[in-house]
Every structure is written in C-alpha cells, then in structure tokens.
C-alpha cells in the first residue's frame, strides 16, 4: 500500500490565521482527499484533488476557506484559511492508490486546535 | 443523501470473545466496502475490504457482505485487548463522474476487556 507523508503533526494557531497542511505519497496516484475529523466525530470528505484540474468540493466546503493544491501526481495541499476554533480538528489525506482494488490508505494526519 | 449508519456503542466484549460490528448503507448501488481500525489520537487504519456478496476472513479478522440487506458485517474471533479502538465502516458509493469517495460511518468504540 501506498505511504503517505503528512505534515506537521500538530498545531496550535490563532485565530484569523491560515494554515497549509502537506501531503506526500510514495506513488503516483490519480485522485487525493482531504477529510476533517472534528473531535468525536466520524470522517468528513472536504474535497477530491486531481492532479490538473481544481479540486472537486463537498458540500459545505468552499474553495474560499480550504484552497487545495495538487502540483503533480504525488503531492498535495490543503489550506485552512482564515481560521476560527470550529476549524479545530483532525484533518486527514487520503490516496486509492489502486483505484478500488485494495483500499484506502491515510496519511498519519494533523491535529489542528485554533484559539 | 449517501448514509452509512453504525451502533455508536460502546461495544464491551470480554477477551477471547467474538466482537461482532454492524453497518447499514442507504446507496443500493454501492461496490466497494471497507473496515478500518482507528486507535485513539490516531489516523484510520485499513483492516478489512469486501466487493462480493458472502464472507471474507483474514487472520481474526472476517467481513460479511449481504448487498440485498444493504448489510456488512465485521467478526472478530478470540477479541484482545489490543482490539480496542473505533471501528468505522466506510462505503464506496455509485457517484455520477466516477469520482471514487468512500463515506464514512460514525464508528462504533469496541472495548475488550482482560
């Protein structure tokens, strides 16, 4: 399975601020996704990154507020912008690197708490 | 509205007990189906996937498809204390354009007990 590199870990910033959390995966893969796991809760799908193209968002989610990139094939970003204390959470990337084949893998994620 | 729904819990087995974990979904046209561990503080593990209708095994570990109920299952045998942790179910619904998404259930919190 693929290896994905997510950082920073952790984060404690202030409000009004932005933050840009990076993805690496050891293998080209088509599609990246960015999740948010608010405290308790289950994952949330912000938005689906092709490599070329703007990032497909969920609804809820605006490009405004979590602008993504995705330079190339192994390498993403998503920011989190203007940032107040509900955006406190885990947020987590995620590759199919064998399109449905053996599942998904996540990247070790970032805590993220704004005060 | 794509739905995955799990029993919160918690679920508390004693160990060396079967852990039994359920999961409905609301999109009949669902394809893929994923089982993940996630410890506490940690990201989502992949444990178990199943496409095809019927039971899969893997160590302790054996998933259960029933696409007519809209059903999956995960069974855990001889359950350790190390299988404590959230177990989240997650769907890979029939989305227009292909895009391949998995959403998730809340997660159900197992706790073995020694």
């Known amino acids: 399975s693929a290896v994905i590199s997510q950082k920073p870990s952790r984060d404690i910033c202030q409000r009004g601020t932005s933050l840009t959390i990076q993805c690496q995966v050891d293998s080209q893969v088509t599609m990246m996704f960015w999740y948010r796991q608010q405290p308790g809760q289950s994952l949330t799908l912000i938005a689906t990154a092709n490599q070329g193209s703007e990032a497909t968002y969920e609804s809820g989610f605006v490009i405004d507020k979590f602008p993504i990139s995705r330079p190339n094939l192994t390498f993403s970003t998503l920011t989190v912008s203007n940032m107040s204390p509900e955006d406190s959470s885990i947020y987590l990337c995620?590759?199919?690197?064998?399109?449905?084949?053996?599942?998904?893998?996540f990247g070790s994620g970032t805590r993220l708490t704004v005060v | 509205q794509k739905e995955v729904e799990q029993n919160s819990g918690p679920l508390s087995v004693p160990e060396g007990a079967i852990a039994s974990l359920n999961c409905t979904y609301s999109d009949r046209g669902s394809q893929s189906f994923f089982w993940y561990r996630q410890y506490s503080g940690k990201s989502p593990e992949l444990i178990m996937s199943?496409?095809?209708?019927g039971d899969k095994e893997d160590g302790r570990f054996t998933a259960q498809l029933n696409k007519a109920s809209q059903y999956v299952s995960l069974l855990i045998r001889d359950s350790q204390p190390s299988d404590s942790a959230t177990y989240l179910c997650?769907?890979?619904?029939?989305?227009?354009?292909?895009?391949?998404?998995?959403?998730f259930g809340k997660g159900t919190k197992l706790t073995v007990n020694p």
């Open positions: 997650a769907v890979n619904p029939l989305t227009q354009g292909g895009s391949e998404k998995l959403v």
């Open positions: 199943i496409y095809s209708n």
């Open positions: 995620s590759v199919d690197p064998r399109q449905g084949v053996y599942g998904y893998t």
